[in-house]
């Protein structure tokens, strides 16, 4: 059963950084692209990140290009690392997964439960 496990979010200062993971189980995952998404109230849901194992490729939003960081380890964990906070970026963040070519063209189906963000000013 495939299963993506998110954790690390969690009330931060602006200005502060944060690093959430995402456990990746249930089958092999390297062709498979990883992302990380944001939903807050009132607004859609917003891509912010991307990373495919192979060739290793990230792809980031212009919102949090610069700041955020998303890596994996050889264990199918991705993080994603979000340095230099701020209110806006509060939200419920997601990682998902899908066979690279679905993913690039914005297709995910296996989803995690998310974990909430929240940037205080």
């Known amino acids: 059963q495939v299963q993506l496990v998110e954790a690390g979010g969690g009330l931060v200062q602006a200005g502060g950084s944060l690093r959430l993971s995402c456990a990746a189980s249930?089958?092999?995952?390297?062709?498979?692209?990883m992302g990380w998404f944001r939903h807050s109230p009132g607004k859609e849901r917003e891509f912010i990140a991307r990373?495919?194992?192979?060739?290793?490729?990230t792809y980031y939003a212009n919102s949090v290009k610069g700041r955020f960081t998303i890596s994996r380890d050889n264990a199918n964990t991705v993080y994603l690392q979000m340095d230099s906070l701020v209110p806006e970026d509060t939200a419920v963040y997601y990682c998902?997964?899908?066979?690279?070519?679905?993913?690039?063209?914005?297709?995910?189906?296996?989803w995690g439960q998310g974990t909430q963000v929240t940037v205080s000013s």
């Open positions: 990373i495919i194992w192979n060739p290793r490729t």
């Open positions: 998902a997964a899908d066979y690279v070519l679905r993913a690039i063209g914005g297709h995910y189906d296996y």
């Open positions: 249930g089958r092999t995952w390297n062709d498979f692209a």
